[in-house]
């Protein structure tokens, strides 16, 4: 399991990400990789992505529900939501995560600057 | 040459019709519509693999969840939490909502398989369940990923060395909605559920089992408390042993009118008669003979509850309770519009391979007759008929014929399949009506072909000769009255003649006394002559005498003459 702590500022806007993959194949790489830059652009800084690597902990393919791979869970904020594939559609990964009123709030902050 | 291997399936009947079980370390498709027992049979393929073959199993359900799987199977007798803690059984919940789920680019479903591969690792499965993999195609939208995915998956299993079951939901023209068929082509199991005269009847086809021989019927099958079994009907055929024992029918008269033995053991025997003609006292006669040698018999009632039954034939001084009692009687008894006659035949099945019985009743076998077409009756009864003398079992069956119509016409025909047919007929004539039995055919011994009346009294059935005379066929009051008045005529002839043996004999006395009367009037004539021959002899002695004497005096020298001389000289003188 792989940590990536971005410190987040304010505990409440906290979003925890979980990226189930199996092994280091070319789409869970892929998929990390768009995950890191959707992160950075729209959550900017505040978030955690946990990366699972089921062939390490098989078990937990059956507790949390995985079927397809890589499947990203947003854990935090509830409700749990889930992604599969490897991330390549930006727009849908943001309508998935619920990303979209984060941005258009930074879009208005920007607006009034 | 290797054979196909095979796992069984431990699941009554199925193991029969596949020839040995399901194809081992392949996947099994089994296809059908809502409701036809699809889970029920994967469940039990795992269940009975963990009892009885100690092969762990993997249950991955996309649709119950595995509480709810645990309840249902309860009621089955089917205990999964026992089987789960002695790591025999593993039951996967895969939970699809496609409305959590968003899908951005590629993906595989590697997570499954990494599930799958977990599961059947950790208990060393040896059988898999998928539970209805179709639920992918409505978790999942990219088709063209799933269905290389699905391919994957089957490889995986057959990599994995385990027998699997795959179910799949029957399509508008297809086996299963999504095409399973195309990835499992090993073997599949088409299961259905049709209604006929609103009785349900499930029955179970192999599509296709490659590199085996099996049955290619539809075969019902039934899901009861003890799980499921399929009516085995596929190894049946016309091989079955002929005894040559012979069984008694409980009534005298009538093993008389059987060559005098009665039935042959193991054979089928029909008892026609419309309402009332006694078919049932019949059968009752003929199990209370063979619960009498000790022999186990089962009755199937399809009309009568068991207390009924027994009280019914107390009447006519049949003990039935006893039996009962003593464990060589048992009774079945269903309203034959319960289900269909497969189901019955199936239940019947099932009850004569738990109480292994040496007779069985099925009373009345028209009842069941009722519940399917014809064509169907005549397969099932055959099966259920080979099935029965397979195993050396006689079957008595009665049949309810209509009142109107002919009753040799045979309800159905089953006749043809039976090897002795008795008809129970009234006979109705001047007001009253009486029961007459004729055998209409019994394969293979010596018959009468008379027709005997049958009555019913408090000691049981007794069969009486009918009068046949010139005034017809006669029974009941009119055989009584003919009889009597056979015997009122007899009497008159008898006393006729006693009156002229009497005459006779009186003539014989009296020519007699004839006799006596003419042999003393003989007598006493005889009598008379010889009187007068001897006082004839005294005379003429006398005068010879006289004649001497009266020569001395002349002292004649002359010897005494000869009688002649005597009378020459008594004529002389």
């Not at chain 2, 939901?169 to 299961?191: K, M």
Request: glycine share 8%; charged share 25%; proline share 3%.
């Amino acid at each position: 399991m792989t940590l990536l702590d971005n410190s987040p500022a304010n505990p409440e806007d906290r979003w925890l990400l979980r990226l189930y993959v199996a092994g280091q194949t070319p789409k869970a790489l892929h998929a990390f990789a768009n995950l890191t830059k959707i992160c950075e652009e729209h959550l900017q800084g505040n978030y955690e992505i946990e990366v699972v690597d089921l062939l390490l902990n098989p078990t937990l393919a059956k507790d949390d529900q995985i079927l397809a791979l890589p499947t990203l869970v947003r854990k935090l904020p509830e409700p749990i939501k889930k992604i599969i594939g490897d991330l390549s559609n930006t727009e849908r990964v943001l309508v998935g995560l619920d990303i979209k009123p984060l941005r258009q709030k930074n879009q208005r902050e920007s607006d009034h600057d | 040459m290797q054979n196909l291997l095979k796992t069984p399936t431990g699941i009554k009947g199925l193991d029969e019709i596949t020839d040995g079980g399901l194809p081992q370390g392949r996947p099994t498709l089994i296809c059908g519509g809502t409701g036809c027992g699809k889970t029920l049979l994967a469940m039990e393929f795992l269940v009975r693999g963990a009892t009885q073959f100690n092969e762990p199993g993997v249950f991955m359900s996309f649709e119950e969840k595995s509480d709810e799987l645990t309840k249902n199977f309860a009621s089955l007798g089917f205990d999964l939490n026992e089987l789960i803690d002695q790591n025999l059984l593993t039951i996967d919940h895969v939970h699809l909502d496609p409305s959590e789920i968003e899908e951005t680019g590629e993906y595989d479903l590697e997570g499954l398989l990494i599930r799958l591969g977990f599961g059947i690792d950790s208990i060393d499965a040896k059988r898999v369940v998928l539970d209805t993999i179709e639920a992918l195609f409505s978790g999942f939208s990219n088709e063209a990923i799933l269905r290389a995915e699905l391919r994957r998956l089957f490889r995986f299993l057959k990599d994995k060395g385990v027998t699997a079951i795959i179910t799949g939901e029957q399509g508008e023209s297809t086996f299963t909605r999504y095409g399973l068929e195309e990835y499992v082509a090993d073997c599949v199991l088409f299961l259905n559920h049709t209604v006929y005269q609103q009785i349900a009847t499930r029955r179970m086809r192999i599509v296709k089992y490659r590199g085996s021989a099996h049955g290619t019927n539809e075969y019902p099958f039934l899901i009861d408390q003890q799980g499921f079994s399929v009516m085995p009907i596929s190894s049946l055929g016309l091989d079955h042993p002929a005894s040559n024992e012979r069984i008694p029918t409980g009534v005298t008269r009538l093993d008389t009118m059987l060559g005098g033995m009665g039935y042959f053991r193991g054979s089928s025997i029909l008892i026609s008669g419309t309402a009332g003609t006694g078919k049932s006292s019949l059968a009752a006669h003929f199990i209370n003979a063979a619960c009498a040698r000790g022999e186990r018999c089962l009755y199937f009632a399809f009309e009568e509850s068991q207390n009924q039954i027994i009280r019914n034939m107390h009447s006519i001084g049949i003990n039935l309770g006893q039996w009962v009692e003593q464990d060589l009687l048992q009774f079945q008894n269903a309203r034959a519009t319960l289900y269909g006659l497969e189901m019955h035949l199936v239940v019947m099945h099932n009850a004569i391979d738990q109480f292994n019985p040496n007779c069985v009743v099925i009373d009345p076998i028209s009842n069941l007759i009722a519940t399917a077409s014809e064509s169907e009756v005549k397969s099932m009864m055959s099966r259920m008929i080979d099935y029965l003398k397979m195993k050396q079992i006689t079957a008595l069956c009665t049949d309810l014929s209509l009142i109107s119509g002919n009753p040799e016409r045979g309800e159905i025909n089953i006749s043809s399949l039976m090897d002795t047919w008795l008809l129970l007929q009234i006979l109705e004539a001047r007001g009253e009506r009486n029961r007459g039995l004729y055998i209409l055919k019994s394969r293979g011994m010596a018959h009468s072909n008379q027709v005997r009346e049958f009555i019913l009294s408090d000691d049981g059935i007794q069969l009486r000769d009918v009068y046949i005379g010139l005034s017809g066929v006669l029974t009941g009051s009119s055989r009584d009255n003919q009889e009597a008045k056979d015997l009122a005529e007899a009497l008159d002839c008898q006393q006729q003649i006693e009156m002229r043996q009497r005459d006779i004999e009186r003539k014989k006395l009296a020519i007699e006394a004839q006799i006596l009367a003419l042999n003393t009037q003989f007598e006493a004539e005889k009598d008379d002559l010889i009187r007068l021959i001897s006082k004839e002899k005294q005379r003429s002695d006398t005068l010879l005498l006289d004649m001497i004497a009266m020569g001395k005096l002349k002292q004649a020298d002359a010897p005494p003459p000869s009688h002649l001389k005597n009378n020459e000289l008594g004529a002389s003188k």
